[in-house]
Nanobody, 119 residues
Framework: QVDLVESGGGLVQPGGSLRLSCAAS????????MGWYRQAPGKQREWVAD???????NYADSVKGRFTISRANAKNIVSLQMNSLKPEDTAVYYC?????????????WGQGTQVTVSS
């Protein structure tokens, strides 16, 4: 079992920056990757970025070059630095973790944090 608690988010003007963080607890040594998804009103949840336990990062094309995902030394805190924010980045952002236990992979989700980009 893995629990995820997000922090950060809020209201920012276009072109501004925000930083989201996600702290994992529980069976963190089983985690294989952590990342972020987002869901805008009326749209499906979409993948934003992730980082593997080996440190490999991946980004959606829509955020590449503007967002940076990183992991703290303790490896149980993942952050998403969001720069050059656009109104279309407005969404609820969800932290995600994927673990692997006995060859079974499980997805875990945080409660979500609102990011609003507006002037």
């Amino acid at each position: 079992q893995v629990d995820l608690v997000e922090s950060g988010g809020g209201l920012v003007q276009p072109g501004g920056s925000l930083r989201l963080s996600c702290a994992a607890s529980g069976n963190i040594f089983s985690i294989r990757s952590m990342g972020w998804y987002r869901q805008a009103p009326g749209k499906q949840r979409e993948w934003v970025a992730d980082i593997t336990s080996g440190g490999t990062t991946n980004y959606a094309d829509s955020v590449k070059g503007r967002f940076t995902i990183s992991r703290a030394n303790a490896k149980n805190i993942v952050s998403l630095q969001m720069n050059s924010l656009k109104p279309e980045d407005t969404a609820v952002y969800y932290c995600n973790a994927v673990d692997l236990v006995a060859a079974i992979s499980t997805n875990y989700w945080g409660q979500g944090t609102q990011v609003t980009v507006s002037s």
